[in-house]
């Protein structure tokens, strides 16, 4: 056998085995837990009357492949109300979302991702003088993008998700509301 066909044989070995390691799944990885925490305010006509605030989280992420990951997590925020001009009035929000996720299949360590999903919220209107702002039931549709970085048992990141409120009741001092929730926060947790 010529050198030229021994090497023609070696690369296509070669490439055989890289191919089937690389569609073995990493068992690391399958499931995430993580925290997360950051800002967030309200968008939109709602954003002219309430102020950025703390937003927080946990999550629990499942990633079947390698490119598809789904979420489910809580979420919480807390906006003080800026027209008020009195410091106790304020909007918490607690919600929970399920989230699809999409990725590059072929980056670990680095994982930049976008995702879709659906959630809600109960927010409390609090202060003794709230004006025209109520608590209330809020569907969401979140749309997600963001970077997470995965070594061994460790994963950190960064995301932005914009909520679009699909109810807009939260206030009578606004004819036409319109707008979201918008947050960017920091994700750390553990891979199991």
């Known amino acids: 056998m010529s050198r030229q066909a021994m090497a023609v044989l070696g ?6 085995t890289a191919g089937t390691a ?24 709602r954003g002219n009357f309430v102020q950025v605030g703390p937003s927080w989280g946990a999550t629990l992420n499942l990633q079947p492949l390698r490119f598809l990951g789904f979420e ?24 929970g979302s399920a989230l699809a996720k999409l990725s590059l299949p072929f980056i670990e360590v680095v994982r930049p991702f976008v995702g879709v999903g659906v959630g ?13 702002y109520r608590s209330g039931l809020v569907g969401e549709l979140p749309l997600a993008a963001g970077v997470e970085f995965n070594v061994g048992k460790l994963t950190a990141g960064a995301r932005a998700t914009y909520r679009l409120l699909l109810s807009e009741d939260l206030s009578n001092q606004v004819e036409d509301p319109s707008g979201g929730f918008f947050d960017v ?5 553990l891979r199991f």
Request: hydrophobic share 40%.
């Open 11 to 16: 690369l296509v070995a070669a490439l055989g």
């Open 22 to 45: 690389a569609a073995q799944e990493d068992p690391t990885g399958k499931v995430k837990v993580f925290l997360k925490g950051g800002v967030g305010n309200y968008t939109g006509t």
């Open 72 to 95: 489910i997590g809580y979420e919480g925020a807390y906006n003080p109300i800026s027209s008020a001009g009195v410091f106790d009035l304020a909007l918490t929000r607690h919600g």
């Open 120 to 132: 809600g919220s109960y927010v409390f209107a609090e202060g003794t003088l709230l004006g025209g």
């Open 185 to 189: 926060v920091a994700t750390v947790g």
